[in-house]
C-alpha cells in the first residue's frame, strides 16, 4: 500500500506522518477532480502513523513524501497477534488433557485460558524486536 504523508516531526528511530487527504478540503461544483491540489485545495486528514528512517534520504519536517507499507509484513503482524496465542492456547488444553487424562472441563479450559495469557505475552515480546515500520520511498515536490 502506497500513501502520501506530510512529515510532522523527526525522532531519532522513527518519523511521525500525517496522512495527505486531496479530497478533504472544501469540494464545490466548480472544483475538478482531475486538477488536484492547484484549484481543489488539499489538506491534512489529522491521521498520524510512523515510517521508519530512510538512509538514502535528506528530510525536513513539512516534506511530503511516499511511504510504501508491505502487505507481507501487515499480514505477519495479523497472525503472530492471533496465531501465536491460539496456538499456544490450543497445545496447553491439549497438553493438559494428556498429561492429565482424568482432569475436568473447566480445569483445561483454564489451561487454554493461561496458555493464551502466556501466547500474548510471547508476542509483545517478539513484537517488541521487530521493527517492521512503513518505509519512506521518495520526497515529493
Do not use: H
Not at 496447553?92 to 489451561?111: H, K, N, Y
Not at 493461561?114 to 512503513?134: Q, Y
Amino acid at each position: 500500500m502506497i500513501r502520501i504523508a506530510v512529515i510532522a516531526k523527526i525522532n531519532d528511530s522513527y518519523i511521525d506522518l500525517l496522512i495527505f487527504d486531496k479530497m478533504q478540503s472544501t469540494y464545490s461544483e466548480n472544483c475538478d477532480a482531475f486538477e488536484g491540489c492547484k484549484r481543489c485545495g488539499c489538506g491534512l486528514s489529522g491521521q498520524s502513523f510512523r515510517a521508519g528512517i530512510p538512509k538514502n534520504l535528506s528530510l525536513k519536517v513539512g516534506d511530503r513524501v511516499e511511504v510504501s507499507a508491505s502487505i507481507a509484513n501487515a499480514l505477519g503482524a495479523f497472525l503472530a497477534i492471533i496465531g501465536i496465542p491460539a496456538l499456544v492456547g490450543f497445545l496447553s488444553w491439549e497438553f493438559i488433557g494428556t498429561v492429565f487424562p482424568a482432569i475436568s472441563e473447566p480445569a483445561r479450559a483454564l489451561a487454554a485460558a493461561l496458555g493464551l495469557a502466556l501466547g500474548a505475552g510471547l508476542t509483545i515480546l517478539v513484537a517488541g524486536k521487530r521493527n517492521k515500520l512503513p518505509e519512506i520511498t521518495r520526497i515529493l515536490e
